[in-house]
T-cell receptor
Framework: DAGITQSPRHKVTETGTPVTLRCHQT?????MYWYRQDPGHGLRLIHY???????DKGEVSDGYSVSRSKTEDFLLTLESATSSQTSVYFC?????????????FGEGSWLTVV | AQSVTQLGSHVSVSEGALVLLRCNYS??????LFWYVQYPNQGLQLLLK??????LVKGINGFEAEFKKSETSFHLTKPSAHMSDAAEYFC????????????FGSGTQLTVLP
């Protein structure tokens, strides 16, 4: 296992409520990522971080924000959840961005917005 | 810009038969290519990766893939399918120095028939 813990693993929430997903790593890797997985779309990058307090947007960042105050924690917040944000969310980590560096994935967080 | 196309969202093979999962990529710079496997309700696990060394890459569980630049392909094969190979498989591309890391294909669901 790559030492990645996501919480909560399962959550049901109501439309319009804020939701925060947490990713915790024990590998001291610099890079952290949040992806969402939807049928027919594979995994799409929401936000990523390249260091403490250093974050940037991915391809599907609207409606999401992130924070990284410590190397080991990367939080994903849905500011006002919508049904279109029902998905499986994966956190990933990587030690570097050198050639072909492996990215390791967490077990996923299943979010249902009703 | 880079992208990945996986031909066939669902592939069925008989146990013992050849597995062939197709992946074509588009990249403006030399790519690094990956295959990940996802079992139900789990995260993604790296099967193998191409990082510009050998064009034929061997991975875990008997899988291998061949990088063909002329065809912009990185197809995944296994000579003899096993029931335990039933899973979803994702092809992904990245390039060195990119913090955004991976761009995924939409995935191929492999079913192994007894």
């Amino acid at each position: 296992d790559a030492g990645i813990t996501q919480s909560p693993r399962h959550k049901v929430t109501e439309t319009g409520t804020p939701v925060t997903l947490r990713c915790h790593q024990t590998e001291n890797h610099r890079y952290m990522y949040w992806y969402r997985q939807d049928p027919g779309h594979g995994l799409r990058l929401i936000h990523y971080s390249y260091g403490v307090k250093d974050t940037d947007k991915g391809e599907v960042s609207d409606g999401y924000s992130v924070s990284r105050s410590k190397t080991e924690d990367f939080l994903l917040t849905l500011e006002s959840a919508t049904s279109s944000q029902t998905s499986v969310y994966f956190c990933a980590i990587s030690e570097s961005i050198s050639s072909g560096n492996t990215i390791y994935f967490g077990e996923g967080s299943w979010l249902t917005v009703v | 810009a880079q992208s990945v196309t996986q031909l066939g969202s669902h592939v069925s093979v008989s146990e013992g038969a050849l597995v062939l999962l197709r992946c074509n990529y588009s990249s403006s710079v030399p790519p690094y290519l990956f295959w990940y496997v996802q079992y139900p309700n789990q995260g993604l696990q790296l099967l193998l990766k191409y990082t510009s060394a050998a064009t034929l890459v061997k991975g875990i569980n008997g899988f291998e893939a061949e990088f063909k630049k002329s065809e912009t392909s990185f197809h995944l094969t296994k000579p003899s399918a096993h029931m335990s190979d039933a899973a979803e498989y994702f092809c992904a591309v990245s390039y060195s120095g990119s913090a955004r890391q991976l761009t995924f294909g939409s995935g191929t669901q492999l079913t192994v028939l007894p």
